[in-house]
């Protein structure tokens, strides 16, 4: 109720921010999971690995970052709505 339009959309964006960090990094962390998963136990007939997967760490880095201003900039719109509103307004929906 006493927080101005700037405020209201900083909020919004830092949430955005947030979530699209800890996408980024859940992402990433089920990514590197289930290529060891994969290259440890799926295995072909002589028992070496069916194929060698690598994650270097430069793009992982690099496909985060993208997901974590996607996360951002989906935030946008949101953010400048609820910026606009009246919050009596609000309420009353």
């Known amino acids: 109720m006493g927080a101005t339009r700037g405020q209201v959309l900083r909020v919004f964006l830092v949430q955005g921010a947030v979530v699209g960090v800890l996408g980024s990094v859940l992402g990433l962390l089920l990514a590197v999971a289930l290529i060891w998963v994969f290259t440890h136990f799926v295995r072909g007939s002589d028992g070496l690995p069916l194929f060698s ?5 430069a ?3 690099q496909v985060a970052l993208i997901a974590s201003v996607c996360g951002v900039l989906a935030a946008v719109a949101p953010a400048r709505r609820a910026a606009a509103l009246d919050p009596a307004q609000a309420i009353r929906m």
């Open 53 to 57: 997967i690598a994650l270097p760490p």
């Open 59 to 61: 793009m992982a880095l």
